[in-house]
Each structure stands twice: as structure tokens, then as C-alpha cells.
């Protein structure tokens, strides 16, 4: 087994945040996204969108998306859990890992991907789209600042997949200039004590 | 226990068809989205981000967000699997609907939203963005064809929610013109297909 992956970008270090937390260690291949590897010819024949990561098994066989590869690791490796306990508990983290993904990474990826230097002529970009998902992700941090006021993490008392997806979306936005401002005291608070966690420090974006 | 949702829209849609093919009933109130009504006071306080589906439990508390309530259902009603058996195979059946939706419910509902009439001055549409959504959505079907050469439905040989996704992507493509072009055989076969089967077909946009 082996994984494909990338630095930096979000869906790779949403898996290395979450195998880190797991303490899984699986060896590794670095895809250097920025020369395009992702889009060889024996890559794509991997996996056919030319995405990292990707889970590579024993057999030959591929295990593509960023969540699939996480619930694949959290049936095998239950402990600790990071997608809930027990059926009202495992829904309630995918609504706030679903939520997380649509206000907040989407949207802070959505900025990256449609206003930054370094996809010009990468993808083609709509600048008005990308701004508007600016004001969208600042609207969705006052939001979130107001549920995050009575509990440590995002889906209630425990650090879960949604604390991952959520710092993995922070940290992208960062790069497109996306802060959470200090006036947030909550969300601040939330993303310090997650940002200090290992799992989390030693990966993502430079801190600029 | 009772579910807060919508005609036509395709996230309720998925949650329409998942209870149909598992055969739960459980009672409904719909919104109507037309009207707003999912913004009213009484709605937001449970759901902040004023959407459907909303699954209500007996005391009050709410679950939002598609995926957890299919989720949710999938844990309580096992029979028949939609979400797959076993750790690869969920994590296949995961890969597929994550596709599905990042592939052709995502490039559809944008092209929907950023150039139908329907959504002028509900909100800020950019009509570049949802002509890229669209091209890409016709890149993705021609993708999509040839994954399905050698098998009957999105993830494997079983019908699962992963088909639900794509039939509910497709079917809202089509208000906005998004059709999948006869040459696409295999894909058009399976749409075909899955659209014969009671639970969709009950359901979803006017077929024009």
C-alpha cells in the first residue's frame, strides 16, 4: 500500500492531518503538482481525474477522493475516532464536515483557484466568481464564530474530520489573503488550538 | 421524526430517492423554496444556514445536510446497502458519490444557479462561472461514458448513492440545457436506466 500525494494543497493534507492523528504511517510518494506529474500519463492511468491523493493497494488497485481514503483508514483503524461515534454521533460529524466543506473550503479554494497568480494559465479563471466566494467565506466565518461560542471543536466537544477540513480551508484561504480576523474570538480561538495540534503543524501552506 | 424538504431542488431530491429505494416513510413537510419560506425565522433557528433537508428528531434536535441524513438511514435501516459492503467496498461507493458530486452535480447546480432566470435576484449570479460549469460538466459526461463501458451503474455492479447523486445532477442539468448528447451510449443507457426506476422517477424537475 502507498500513497500519492502533494504538499500544501488541501485534500492531501486533509489525509496526512488525518493519518497523523491515527498514527498510520504508509509509505509515501511525493506528486509534484507544480510540474504537473499529477497529469502524466502513468498517473492518470491511476487515477483518471489526475488528483492527489490517492490510495495505491497491494493489488494494484486505486482508492481516489480525500474521504473515501479517511473512512477507508477509519474502518481499519477505528481508533481514535474521527467521524463519530455510534449513528446519531457519525451524522452529526458529516454535517458538520459537509458543512465545513461548502462554507468554508469550497469557498476559500474557490478564491485560491479563481483570483491567484499561480493558477493563471493553469485554469481557466473567473475573477468575479473567485471574489465572490470571498465575501462568501467572511460571511460564513461570522457565522461559524457564533456555533463555535459554547464548545472547543467543530462538531461539539471532540476533534474530528470536520477540524481537519475546516484548517485545511483556513489555511488555503490564507494564501488568497482570507484571515479570520481577531474580532472573531471564538473561531480565533478554535483555529490556534487546532493549529497547534502536531498532525496539523507539520503540514499546509507556509504561515505567512 | 419528521423531514423538512423540497420538490425539484437535487439535494432533497437525493434524500427523497434514498428513503424510496430503502422504503422508509416517515412524515414531510415541504418548504417552499419558491416562496423563501426556508428563510423564515422559524425555519432558520433549525437549520442557521436556511436549508433543506432537514431531518427533525423526536426531541427537537435537527440533522442537516444530505449526505448525514442518507448516512443516518444507511446506519438504522441497513437493508438494502447503498453506501456499499465492507471497508473497500464503502470506500469505492465513497469515491463514486464524492465524483458524482464534484464532477457533475457541482458543474450542473453551478451552471443552474449562475445562469437560469430562476435565481436572478436570489443571488449573485456570474454567468462565466456557470458557462465554465457547464462545458466542464460536458467534459465530465464524455469521462463518465467511458467508466461505465464495462459495468450497469456508477460505482460497480449495485445500484447506490452514488447513482442517486449523478441522476440528481443530471436531471437538474437539464433545466439549465445540459443534456447528455445520444453519442454518449453507455451513459445514456444507464441514465435511462436508473430514470426507470420507481424512486426517481417519482420525483425531480418536469422532464421536457
Redesign the interface.
Known sequence: MKLWTADVAPNPRRVAIFLAEKGIEIPTVMVDLSQRENQAPDFVAKN??ARVPLLEFGDGSC???S???C??FE??NPEPPLFGVD??G???V??WN??MES?ILARTTGCFR?CHPYWQGRI?Q?A??GE?CRRQAEDSMV?LDG?LAGRDHIAGADFTIADITAVCGFDIGRVAKIRIPESLANLTRWYQSVSARPSVAASGPPRK
Open positions: 483518471p481525474l482508492l481516489a477522493e474521504m473515501a481514503i473512512r477507508y474502518e481499519t449513528a446519531r457519525r451524522a452529526t458529516e454535517m459537509r458543512r462554507e479563481h481557466e473567473v468575479a466568481y465572490l457565522w456555533e
